[in-house]
């Protein structure tokens, strides 16, 4: 059975992802920042559906931290085939001068060191065949104008990441992609501040409507999986067209 390791896996795109990995035969490891209700319910219904499943509390912007999620890794496997750098986080909708530098720096810690970190360590755990899955946005392309130019650096920083280190592991056999989700309905926009976003803009959206988490979890998984074995440095939008 492949390990599968999902961060900030307890909720919107994450739990999704937690879901289908197990319905997909994964063995999941996920970890949630302070939603414990969450984390149990979500590993509860997999239990009851015959998963086998763990769950790591984790503020992912500290090196401790992710240090303690992969001692969970050493004490569960020793070994990990798939990471999906999932966890990640808005502030506040804002223009770049209402913006403050520590809030700069949290974003950054919070959407992309948090990735380069587990990143390094979940190296250490894998072999031939492995696959590393980030989850980026549609804002790291538009660049978030007036609501959160700082998440969207971050998650530019994120792909940008993505293309080099797929450069780095394709050698060794590791795959190395990312999604790009937007106007998806999940807890993030209420975040941002504005819990309508999605329906919102959803009018110029080609599909005309917003996203599902699921929809997400799917090209998760498909880049996660050996189906998608000649991908790496892949960026693969899930935008209604956007």
Known sequence: MHKILITGGSRGIGAATTYLAFKRGYEVLFTYKKDLQS????????????????FVQADLRYEEEVKKVFAEVQRRWGKLDVL?????????????????MGRWK???????????QCTAEALKYMQVGASIVNVSSIAAR?????EYMDYASAK?????????????????????????????????????GEVGRVDRIKSGIPLRRGGHAEEVAEAILWLASPLSS???????????GR
Do not use: W
């Open 106 to 116: 949290n974003m950054f810690h919070l959407n992309f060191f948090s990735a380069v």
């Open 39 to 54: 984390a149990e319910n979500l590993a509860n219904k997999i239990q009851k559906e015959g998963g086998k499943v763990g």
């Open 230 to 240: 000649y991908s790496t440095g892949t960026i693969i939008d899930v935008t209604g």
């Open 156 to 192: 530019a920083a994120l792909e940008c990441f993505t293309k080099g280190l797929a450069q780095e592991l394709g050698p060794e056999g590791i795959r190395v992609n990312a999604v790009r989700p937007a106007f998806i309905y999940t807890e993030i926009h209420a975040d941002g």
């Open 84 to 100: 999906v750098n999932n966890a990640g986080g808005l502030a506040l909708q804002s223009t770049f001068r209402g913006i403050e």
């Open 142 to 146: 538009s660049g978030a104008p007036g």
